[in-house]
């Protein structure tokens, strides 16, 4: 018999360190730290932390069925259990016996017919009241509720009939209930409303739930159901139970109590434990036969009041308190949050803890919060100006990046990387590249209008250029300031002029002049790089003298005077010691473009590899390099080399070689993929001539991503100010007009007669109201000449103007937007509620909802601004 | 008052004395291993005459077909009074008598057959299937029906067949079968099913070999000792009734057994086989009992009937029953 039992454990309701262990004999222990001090040698240990010591056994109490530990303070331990013959006995553990308990305990209240003994609660207000769930007898009642003080104890019975029960001390005995409820009924399970004291809710055998008043037996509250073991109550949310039968759990609301509000999900084996968690809201943790693992539901975001049909989320997970061991029962910790012992047929016990689970959230503007158990954590990033700009996230820069108009210069366009920080050579790269490109293409537009073959070679790059290239002519140049043939073939073709072009080292012509690049190089100080380009076009003069102009600049380094010594030794002698020493020391240098220099004057013709592939030098720099030295097989394939590794590497100095085609799209993404930078993409491929990349989808995707951006950031204006570029760029990305007003009479769109207005959609619909003289009777339908509504504060019909508006034509206004003519002019603008239709002159409708939170109209209680989620943001960018 | 249709199709059968040897393995495994098959309702109870048998259709199967073994040809449905509990302070008729006047009398109106089972939790009223559209017909204006579905309760609506049933006329019921009362004393009981195993044995014994240790106490049944056993197993739950002598066998606190001790004298009906057909039996017995307020046990078997009466009302029932043959003569 006593196989049959498994332990169940049961937490002391007032002292957090001690709990019961039933199965044959009931157990009391009490937990504390491991290897403290307090606890003995015969500890148990139940986690790393924490440890068991067995403080007392009770083994009076055979055929045990339920325990119910005394809910107040005083006696301590003392425990009814409910036997399966019916009866319950006060018992108590590890008490010195005082007077209270001493009178309670052995106490025995006995039914009127013997049957198993199911469920037990005490009362938690009246303290002294015991129901206990009994199971049917054809002439009895299922649920008793006992009171424990009472004294009553019948004489009558007859000695010779107690002989089947056993003997007893009879004067200990109590046969008269307080209540009797559930008449030829079973009860399973058993709770007092923690709401209501008087109230109780069972769980009987002819598939009821119900809930019973003591005031008044007769009545109950019942539905049918079948679950209807374990009941019990939320402690967190007193209306809340839940009932199970077999594998399934069901979750009641009291007060809709025909039905459950949901079921959870249907276990394949049969629930022998449904607790709800007493410290932490709406969590519930099941488990079931020969298991090892507690099921847990979290209804933390359960609506309440339960809304009508809708299924709420529960999210379930499962723990494992301890590997592989089968879990007999559990307990949760009364006060230490989320904690659990479990008990293992066995009676290996584990304390627990469930861990909390985390959520997170990412914030549009770079933050991260998440929550853990009680505790809320924000990650945001270091806001001081000593963090270096590399470091920073990328939403940040972007943020950074759209207020300072990053994209929106369109005139000098390589200044937008000095709008974006100037401090990303790869966002310089870009820009100078998409700058050399509109210039070339502009030009290119200016002088020969017909040619939009080279138009669009313009865009599609230097690796499409090189392709198309014919006619190269190789001659063989002398250093320039001597006569000396070098040795060293040099090609020439118009495709390479305009590849030279591109990359910024020449300008328009068909001369190769590279002075001016080498002018521009040495104000920015670049001083190496503008030695290298010299050299390159085989100018050792030039080189030597940047080089020495370099060294007396401020700050100048000295270094480079010695460079420009060793310069000047240069000899094209084969085996001159100087190459020998020069091919070898140079790879020591530093500089990566000195380190060219140098490999480019020690280099066999035709074998530049120590040039073309030094990655520290500027891929545009390698690629006008290569133009100038290498034939027209060399050429292409280091091209498509140099495009591969870049287009792999998402680096944007590559869309150079790329252009704005379909290869540079697939640079461009493999860049968004590494940084995110939607931003920069968006910007970037608008500028594409044809707008043939604009119809990739990724490109549509980068564009509305950065506007979704925006607008997450409440950068309204910022969008704005985007969609007004973007649709100069990209015509076919203009909105329609989405909305249009139509007259309440003739159903005629109002602003068909002038739907040359600009601004037309997105809800608002202007009524032109310029004030010019032929247009300032527009308060009627275009169409059949009836009155436009009224504002609903002026009661003006709309169409008027809101107050006198400077007279100025439609020709000086375009030229003259400033802002607070636009602002004016949205004060004149239609904007009505969608809910309840009333509306008005915008600037009418914004002053009054500043104050206000109803219609303006009267008797009208619509909350319209409120309707509008974001109508009660303000946007967090400067207009 | 809730009148609950239960869902199990019910055999009664007949297994004689000497053919029991050839039923106890699947009688065991029906009593005993409740795990082994998918029956929910079992009921077993030796008289001196057979062993009547009230099995569901899946407990059935267990039993092989015999000569020893006679099953009543109708399947039966088992009724279920449930009251709606909340008298607290009423008294408390119980078993047939609670249900006399309600049910039993009604049907024995509309010439309805009923088969009685008490068990130690309840009554079950026993009717042949073909006569629930009746049943309900006359039990619906009493109580709200519910039927028992795949365990689910539902309610269940009557068939509305009105036309054709004529209100019968309430006559007087005179008890026309002869009455008997053996002198042993019974016990209605119980035990907690996770306790069966270690009474596995001495049940089995009680069960199928008492009619060795009768003939040892040989003359017990001349001076009005009767044999009767009773065991059920329905839903889980598990039912006993035996006579005191047999109770003495069984450990102490195994059986449950109410505080007062109560004890039970048993009235047998019937001095020729009864029958499956004669109706209003139970009535006879029950209205008279219900109208002193006697409770009762009643449980049919295959041949006779049986009620069980407090010791200490024995003479009372006597007397009313009596009374009542008298005035039927």
């Known amino acids: 018999m006593s196989s049959g039992y498994k332990p169940d454990i049961l937490w002391s309701p007032h002292h957090a360190d001690r709990y019961v262990i039933c199965d044959t004999e009931l157990s009391l222990y009490r937990i504390g730290p491991a290897g403290s001090s307090e606890t003995k040698a015969g500890a148990l240990p139940l986690s790393e932390e924490t440890a068991a010591t067995l403080l007392a056994i009770n083994s009076d109490t055979p055929y045990m069925k339920c325990v119910a530990w005394y809910p107040k303070q005083e006696p301590e331990c003392l425990l009814a259990v409910g036997q399966a013959n019916g009866r319950v006995v006060l018992t108590s553990l590890g008490q010195s016996h005082n007077s209270k308990c001493k009178e309670l305990v052995g106490k025995e209240l006995v039914p009127k017919h013997a049957r198993q003994c199911n469920t037990l609660a005490w009362n938690p207000g009246d303290s002294n009241w015991l129901a206990a769930g009994l199971d049917k007898h054809r002439a009895d009642f299922s649920v008793l509720i006992w009171d424990i003080s009472s004294k009553f104890s019948p004489e009558a019975v007859p000695a010779e009939k107690v002989r089947l029960s056993g003997d007893v001390d009879s004067g200990l005995v109590v046969t008269k209930p307080l209540y009797e409820l559930g008449q030829n009924d079973a009860c399973l399970s058993l709770c007092w409303l923690p709401r209501d004291h008087q109230k109780l809710l069972l769980a009987g055998m002819h598939r009821n739930l119900a809930i019973f008043d003591l005031r008044n037996t007769s009545q109950k509250t019942f539905v049918n159901t079948k679950a209807i073991q374990g009941v019990t ?255 060293v073939p040099w090609y020439h073709s118009e495709e390479r002029s305009l590849a030279l072009q591109l990359c910024g080292w020449i300008s328009r012509g068909p001369d190769i002049d590279v002075e001016p690049f080498l002018k521009s190089l040495e104000q920015e100080g670049e001083w190496e790089r503008a030695a290298a380009v010299a050299l390159f076009n085989l100018d050792i003069r030039r080189a030597i003298q940047i080089l020495n102009k370099g060294a007396s600049a401020e700050k100048g380094d000295l270094n480079l005077n010695v460079v420009a010594m060793a310069l000047s030794g240069y000899t094209d002698e084969k085996n001159s010691l100087w190459r020998e020493m020069c091919s070898s020391l140079r790879l020591q240098l530093k500089k990566p473009y000195l380190c060219v220099m140098f490999a480019f004057l020690t280099s066999e013709p035709g074998a530049y590899d120590a040039v073309l592939y030094e990655s520290r030098v500027a891929v545009r720099d390698r690629v006008a390099f ?167 504060l002026c009661l003006m019909n709309m169409g008027t103007p809101v107050s006198s508006c400077p007279g100025t034509g439609k020709a000086d206004e375009k030229a003259d937007l400033t802002r607070d003519k636009k602002l004016a002019q949205f004060n004149n603008w239609f904007t009505w509620c969608h809910n309840c239709r009333h509306g008005g002159h915008a600037g009418h409708m914004l002053s009054w909802f500043r104050d206000h939170s109803e219609c303006p109209v009267s008797a009208c209680t619509c909350k319209c601004m409120q309707l509008d989620t974001t109508g009660n943001l303000v946007p967090s960018d400067s207009v | 008052m809730e009148l609950h249709i239960l869902e199990h199709s019910l055999k009664v059968a007949s297994i004689a004395k000497e053919g029991i040897q050839i039923c106890t393995h699947g009688l065991i495994k029906l009593a005993f291993l409740p795990s082994k098959t998918r029956c929910k309702f079992f009921s077993l109870t030796e008289t001196p005459e057979d062993y009547t048998i009230i099995v569901d259709e899946d407990g059935f199967k267990e039993l092989p077909e015999s000569e020893y073994l006679s099953v009543a040809d109708a399947t039966w449905l088992a009724l279920n009074v449930v009251s709606g509990g909340g008298s607290a302070t009423s008294s408390q008729p119980i078993g047939v008598t609670k249900i006399a006047k309600s049910v039993i009398a009604p049907l024995a109106d509309h010439n309805i057959s009923v088969f009685m089972l008490s068990t130690y939790q309840t009554d079950f009223i026993l009717v042949r299937e073909r006569d629930l559209p009746m049943v309900m017909h006359t039990l619906s204006s009493e109580f709200t029906l519910l039927r028992v579905v795949n365990g689910e309760t539902v309610a269940a609506n009557s068939t509305g067949v009105t036309n054709g049933f004529v209100k019968p006329k309430l006559v007087p019921r005179p008890i026309i079968h002869p009455l008997s009362s053996p002198s042993n004393m019974f016990c209605v009981t119980s035990l907690d099913p996770d306790t069966l195993p270690s009474v596995a044995t001495l049940l089995m014994d009680v069960m199928f070999y008492s009619g060795g240790a009768k003939e040892t106490g040989g003359q017990s049944e001349d001076s009005g000792h009767i044999r009767f056993f009773s065991f059920s197993l329905i839903e889980g739950y598990i039912s006993l009734v035996m006579d005191e002598q047999t109770t003495q066998r069984f450990p102490n606190n195994v059986l449950f057994t109410s505080a007062s001790g109560e004890l039970w004298k048993m009235v047998r009906i019937g001095g020729q086989p009864l029958g499956f057909d004669e109706c209003g039996i139970v009535a006879q017995i029950s209205e008279p009992l219900a109208t002193a307020d006697i409770p009762a046990y009643y449980i049919s078997t295959f041949k006779f009937d049986h009620a069980l009466v407090p010791e200490e009302n024995i003479q009372s029932v006597i007397g009313a029953l009596r009374t009542n043959e008298s005035t039927g003569q």
Not at chain 1, 279 to 285: I, K
Not at chain 1, 366 to 385: F, P, S, V
Not at chain 1, 749 to 766: D, E, N, V
């Open chain 1, 233 to 487: 109550v939320d402690p967190h949310f007193q209306d809340r139970v839940a009932s199970f039968f077999e594998g399934q759990v069901a979750i009641w609301d009291l007060r809709k109590f025909e039905k459950p509000v949901f079921t959870l999900t249907e276990q394949p084996k049969p629930l022998t434990k449904v607790a709800w968690c007493p410290t932490r809201m709406g969590l519930l943790a099941t488990l079931t036969r020969d298991s090892n693992i507690i099921r847990l539901y979290d209804m933390q975001h359960t609506p309440m009041p339960f809304g009508d049909e809708v299924e709420p989320t529960i999210i379930e997970r499962s723990v494992q308190p301890c590997s592989e061991s089968i879990i007999s029962s559990f307990a949760w910790h009364p006060s230490a949050q989320n904690r659990m012992v479990v008990v293992s047929p066995n009676r290996v016990m584990n304390d627990f803890t469930v861990f909390e689970r985390i959520s997170l959230a990412w914030s549009s503007t770079t933050a991260l919060m998440w929550a853990c158990g009680r505790h809320l954590y924000e990650c945001t990033e270091d806001a001081g100006q000593g963090v270096a700009a590399a470091e920073k996230d990328i939403a940040t820069k972007m943020r950074e990046r759209a207020q300072s108009h990053y994209g929106h210069d369109t005139v000098q366009v390589w200044r937008n990387h000095v709008l974006a920080g100037g401090d990303d050579p790869q966002l310089r790269s870009l820009w100078y590249t998409l700058h050399y490109i509109l210039h070339c293409s502009y030009t290119e537009n200016v002088e020969q209008k017909q040619q939009s073959n080279k138009q669009s070679l313009i865009y599609s790059g230097i690796k499409n250029i090189v392709k198309s290239s014919s006619g190269t002519t190789e001659t063989r140049r002398c250093w320039s300031g001597s006569d000396r043939q070098t040795d």
């Open chain 1, 626 to 792: 290569a133009c100038m030295f290498l034939n027209d097989a060399q050429l292409p394939r280091y091209i498509d080399k140099l495009a591969n590794e870049m287009k792999e590497a998402g680096n944007l100095e590559g869309i150079l070689l790329t252009g704005l085609t379909k290869d540079g799209v697939d640079l461009m993404e493999s860049y968004v993929d590494q940084t995110g930078d939607v931003q920069t993409a968006s910007f970037c491929m608008l500028k594409g001539s044809p707008g043939e990349v604009l119809k990739d989808p990724r490109v549509q995707c980068w564009i509305e991503n950065y506007r979704n951006l925006l607008d997450a950031w409440r950068f309204w204006h910022k969008r704005a100010e985007f969609d007004i570029h973007r649709s100069k760029l990209d015509s076919s990305s203009k909105p329609l007009a989405q909305v249009f007003v139509s007259c309440n009479f003739c159903g005629k769109s109002i602003s068909y007669s002038c739907s040359a207005m600009p601004h037309q959609g997105r809800g608002f619909s202007q009524y032109g109201v310029s004030g010019s003289p032929t247009k300032s009777k527009v308060t009627s339908c275009p169409g059949c000449r009836k009155p436009l509504p009224r504002c609903a």
